[in-house]
């Protein structure tokens, strides 16, 4: 017998439940030392205005790093994941995952039913168990 713990919801921060800035986050994950704002926009295609918006939120929360200098006459600003996003950007997925998994599981057919449960193939980045 398997007793299942219900997921914790309250671990989806709203601050990266939000599509853009699940975006931008997930683009920083694999960007090393960084991204420059502009492959950042493209890369999650929003608009400069946008892109400052969320990156306003997300720096004001500490989990991302906006630096601004110039490379010979122009301008450049370089967005980098902190080390205090990274570690609450990864508990976000986890939790994330754990939900998905749960109703992934929820929807599983009763036994002796022809139905089947959708894969969470389906969803782009989800881990399986």
């Known amino acids: 017998m398997t007793i299942e713990t ?3 919801f309250d671990a989806l921060e709203r ?7 699940l975006a931008i986050m997930s683009e920083l ?3 090393g030392k960084g991204q420059s704002f502009s492959d950042l926009k493209a890369a999650c295609g929003l608009t400069d205005g946008n ?3 969320h990156l306003k939120v997300l720096q004001d929360a500490g989990v991302v790093k906006v630096t601004k200098k110039f490379v010979g006459v122009k301008p450049l600003t370089t967005v980098s994941i902190s080390s205090k996003g990274l ?6 997925l986890s939790a994330l995952n754990s939900v998905l ?5 929820s929807m599983a057919p009763e036994p002796g039913s022809s139905t089947t449960a959708p894969a969470l193939g389906g ?3 989800a881990v399986t168990s």
């Open 6 to 8: 219900e997921p914790d």
């Open 15 to 21: 601050i990266f439940h939000e599509p853009s800035r």
């Open 29 to 31: 994950c694999g960007a």
């Open 51 to 53: 892109l400052n918006r």
């Open 87 to 92: 570690k609450r950007f990864s508990e976000y």
């Open 101 to 105: 998994l749960h109703a992934q599981k």
């Open 123 to 125: 969803i782009r980045g």
